[in-house]
Every structure is written in C-alpha cells, then in structure tokens.
C-alpha cells in the first residue's frame, strides 16, 4: 500500500514516496477454524440468550448474553434469507509490541481475531480462539515531517484501508447498512466535526464498508488501559505524589514515598501476589505491575494522606473488582454505580488540595459508560486488551525469535499457520479418542473461582497453603487462612475465622488417619468492616495470660488463604521489618479483600 494522494512538485516527503506491506491471513478460514473446533465443544453459544438468576435479575455473562447481540439477532432475523444461519460477531484488537531493543528496536503491529461466539473463559485462556490475522504496516517518516497533518492523517487512513481490505472476504456475508458517516462528513466542516463528533474528516474508516459495523457502538470497554493502567496507575498514585509534594514540600514527600515503598515491600507473600522487593519505584510499568501494585498499595499510603483519598482509593477498587466478575447482574450494576458515585465524590480532595483543576480525563469519563457498555456486551473481562497484549508472546515475540530476523514477517506469519494446523490436529485427535490429556498430580490445595486473575480455563484456580521453618533455604513462612467454623461461634466475615498456620501434621487415631494444623487465631475488632478501606482489621487472639491462642484443627476446615496486611499507623516503620516478619510485628491487620477475585467475594 502506498500514499495516493497530491504530491508537492519539490521535496515530496519519504513517506509519501514508500510502499508498505501489509501481511494477513484469510479472516474468513480462521473463523471457519474456530467454529469448527471441537475443542470449544459446550463453550461456544450460536443463538445470543437471556440469562436469568433465581431472584430473576438478568445475569450478564458473554458477549451473546449481552443486549447488542440481541438486538442484531432480531434485525438479521427480519431478512428470510438469514433464517437458519448463525450469527458470528467479530472481536478484533491490535497493539504494536517491541521483539527487539537492544538490536534495532525492532517494532511489529500485529491484528488478532476472535468470535464473540465463544465464552469469556476460553478467549482468555487462549486456546486458539484468539488468533493472529495479520501484521499492519506501521510507517516511519524523518523528524522534519513527523508532525505533519497529511503525514498523521496518512497514518489514519492506512489503518482504515488496510483492515477493509484485511476484512474484505467477509464483506459478502453482511447487508446493506443504512447510515454512514458519510453524511456527516458532507454537510459539517472539518473543525466541527472534530470538535463534536470526533470525527477526522479526511480519513475514511474502514467500518464505512461494512454493514451493522457502527464504530460508535464498536468500542468496547477497555479495562486494562482505562481503568487498572489509566485510571489507578496513571491517574491516582501520581496524583497521590503530587499531593505529598505539594503538602509537604518534595524532600519530605520523597522520605514518605519511601516509607510507602518499605511498607509495600514488608507485605507477606501470598499466592499470585507480585513481589515489589523496593516499593513501586520503577519507571517502566506494565499491565500486570498495576494489576499487583491494586492489591496492596492503599494500607501502604493509610497515615499519609487524607481520609477522603483513602475512601476515594476504596470506592475505585470496589469499582475495578466488580467490574471484573465474570457474570454481572443488576444488583451488581447498583453496587458498580453506588462504588463510582463515592469515587467521584471522595475524589473531589485532589481539587480542593491543589493536586487537579479539572477531572475532564477521557479514561476516567469511559467509567460512567461501563453499565451501559456491559449491558450491551457482557462482563467486560471477555474484551479486556490484556487479552491480545499477552498473546504478543506466542504469536509474535516467540515466532520472531525463530525466524531468520530476515523479512521476518512472513516466516512468522507461517510460524502461526503451522502452530494453528498443530493446535486443529490435536484437538481433532482427541475427539477421536486418538490422545488423552494428562491430569497433574497437585498435593492438598484449595481451589477457588478467580476468573479476573489468571486462571484455568473455567476460571479456577489452585493455591498451596504453605507452614515451614525454612522456605528454599531461607526464612519461615507461614500463611494465614480462612477456617469455617461452625454455627455456634460468632464470625464477622460469613463464619469465616482467621488463623496462622503454624505447621501441618498427621496422626493416627482408633485406626483412622488425620491430617491436622496447628493455627494460631486472630480475632475481629469490630463486627463492621473499617469505614475508610471497606476491610476487616483482626488482632492476634490471646488467653487470659497472656499467651497466643493457639489450637488444633482438621485440614478440612480450611476453607482458603487469607491474606493480612499490617495496618501500618501514621509512623515510619523500621527498615527492618520485611515480608518475613512483619506479622510477627504488627498488632492489627486488614483482611486484604484485593488479594484476587474470589478474597473480594468473601471479603
């Protein structure tokens, strides 16, 4: 593809004069592929539903669960030729991704495709039902011209151009559409039609020429960029920098950033929990640092910053882990817009310290559109960009590193070809009865649902609960649990009690083995969860001397790990306390409800 627009008579621009290549795969035989794979055999829908729960509330789950779909159902159905076909939406993402820094800073933008047929499960775990299509161009222009408007408006339309064209065998397949931007475009000028539409006039979007493809209702929530990289990260813990300088000057904002990092880095470990050995002081951040930095980074700042940004922190997450449950109903839809109306609230102290004059963000505006966008399209964690952001290793990273590095782009392309035929057979083979997945092995574990994390396939995951004197040659660990205890003892958090785990062992009795712990307890301060963080603080319990409550228990009535987070207080705390001893010093503790998914459930 190459610029085909009016030249100048003297100095025309490289850009202008270069060709670039645009590598795909035929959209239409990969989602042949998908549809006819039998791995996805009862996890892959072909008529869009309404879900109900036993209260009758409409349960938003996939994409087919949503009202969009429905809607197109009904318009598709109006057509008798469409009758008894199967309606295929599209799900289509892009992202440029670096193979290579230190040799070239070499730079690809792949394009990935999946079917809003299959569940959100499976297109997060992959398994071919997100697929590679193509690589985009992506062009480059001497300094002199970078900024030029034809040059920016050239980038445009060979995005536009080069997915009508990627798409065009699909094109057949769809009907006449009945409004086009078009119209717009003809009776506006070009500085209105930014201003009000966000329309940029002179490109034509590839949606123009296709049917029932309204851009405007095309762009789904984007929860890894608007919510855990933007608006957490980017927007408030700078803006929490921002007001520790401002309030206290920048030399005494860095002595408490730093004490913020110590209290990071001494929270306990914890099964799928990121260290940050030294605070979250790193320049180059990804996807997955947020994610972890969410989990413990708001009784890190408690004590050095306001009550109201505290609750500001704790009506955003509330906000963030809901919206990442795999299936939402209405009730969850009030607690979503319940949690965003004190996070605009609380938020106000950014204002009223000097921190922000304005909130007008595009990324935390997209928040009051998450309701209506998961109506319309399902639980958004089916469409999050983290999904294709993590495919960059086995498509492209992984098949770059094989190649010859040599006009890489079609032997990676043929890489991806290869694997996909590999990936068909053997789900082929299996379905004959031709090959039988191994089951591992896994010692005593407690499995949970956490499909906002990285999980299986159906959304569970397995954690060890581990109480040793010496992890991997090194000091103690010993994690804390959930024990479900019986009616007749009063727990605050759902008959869920709070102990440490101080060693396994087994004994036998009358003939019978027990597998057994002995925990030391925590009781609950209150019966209330802390009004500022919304969790529960616990003590270690003592009796009446004095000494730690310490008992014996079944493994059984383990019911999962818990995860405490000391509550640090206004002081400073001592460079010796680390992640191996601070719940030996610390008196009370938060039941970290952000530890995952399943912990903000029960918490």
């Not at 193979?99 to 394009?111: D, K, M, N, Q, R």
């Amino acid at each position: 593809m190459s610029y085909k627009g009016v030249k100048p008579v003297e100095n025309v621009p490289p850009w202008m004069k270069a060709t670039y290549e645009v590598w795909f795969r035929d959209p239409r035989l990969l989602i042949h592929n998908i549809l006819a794979n039998p791995d996805f055999d009862g996890e892959i829908e072909y008529t869009p539903y309404r879900d109900y729960d036993d209260n009758n509330q409409c349960c938003f789950k996939i994409f087919f669960s949503g009202d969009w779909a429905w809607t197109q159902a009904d318009k598709i159905a109006k057509d008798p030729e469409m009758h008894g076909s199967t309606f295929v939406p599209l799900i289509v993402g892009s992202d440029k991704t670096t193979v290579s820094v230190a040799t070239g800073h070499t730079e690809y933008h792949p394009l990935y495709l999946s079917i809003g047929n299959v569940f959100n499960s499976v297109r997060r775990a992959h398994r071919n039902s997100l697929v590679l299509v193509g690589f985009l161009a992506i062009p480059t222009t001497t300094k002199e011209h970078a900024d030029d408007v034809d040059f920016q408006n050239f980038l445009r339309q060979l995005f536009h151009s080069s997915l009508a064209n990627i798409f065009k065998s699909l094109k057949k397949n769809m009907t006449t559409p009945d409004v086009h931007t078009n119209l717009l475009v003809q009776e506006l000028q070009h500085k209105q039609l930014w201003y009000e539409y966000g329309i940029v006039g002179d490109v034509v979007p590839f949606t123009n020429d296709f049917a029932r493809a309204d851009i405007h209702e095309l762009l789904s929530p984007d929860l890894l960029h608007q919510i855990i990289k933007g608006t957490f990260k980017d927007h408030l813990v700078d803006w929490v920098g921002e007001y520790l300088e401002h309030t206290h000057g920048k030399a005494c904002a860095a002595e408490i950033q730093d004490d913020i990092d110590q209290r990071i880095a001494a929270v306990a470990p914890f099964a799928g929990l990121w260290r940050f050995p030294e605070g979250r002081g790193f320049s180059q951040w990804t996807g997955d640092d947020s994610k972890a930095l969410m989990k413990v980074y708001l009784p890190a700042i408690r004590g050095h910053v306001p009550r109201d940004i505290i609750r500001a922190f704790s009506a955003f997450l509330d906000f963030c882990y809901i919206v990442r449950r795999k299936a939402l109903t209405e009730d969850d839809l009030m607690q979503l817009q319940d949690a965003l109306d004190c996070f605009h609230q609380y938020r106000e102290v950014f204002k009223t310290t000097g921190v922000r004059l304005t909130f007008s963000l595009p990324r935390q505006h997209s928040l009051q559109h998450y309701a209506q966008m998961i109506r319309l399209c399902g639980a958004p964690n089916g469409l999050c960009s983290s999904i294709t952001e993590s495919k960059h290793i086995k498509a492209v990273k992984e098949p770059w590193c094989r190649s010859s590095r040599y006009k890489a782009l079609g032997q990676m392309l043929l890489t991806n070809q290869r694997l996909d035929k590999i990936a068909a057979a053997r789900s082929d083979f299996e379905a004959r009865g031709m090959l039988h997945r191994s089951s591992p092995a896994f010692m005593a574990a407690a499995s949970f649902y956490a499909p906002s994390d990285l999980s299986g396939t159906g959304g569970m995951r397995r954690e060890h609960i581990q109480a040793t004197t010496s992890w991997q040659g090194g000091p103690a660990w010993n994690d804390c649990v959930f024990v479900s205890m019986n009616d007749e003892v009063s727990c605050s958090l759902d008959g869920l009690a709070v102990a440490r785990v101080l060693c396994f062992f087994g004994l036998q009795y009358r003939g019978k083995y027990f597998q057994c712990a002995v925990v030391q307890w925590f009781s609950y301060v209150t019966d209330s969860r802390d009004p500022d963080t919304g969790m529960y603080i616990v003590t270690p319990s003592t009796n009446d001397n004095g000494t730690p409550d310490v008992s014996i228990i079944h493994i059984d009535c383990i019911f999962r790990v818990a995860h405490l987070i000391p509550v640090y207080g206004n002081n400073f705390i001592p460079c010796e306390i680390t992640l191996h001893n601070s719940h030996n010093m610390f008196r009370a503790f938060y039941i970290n409800k952000y530890a995952d998914h399943h912990a903000f459930k029960i918490g």
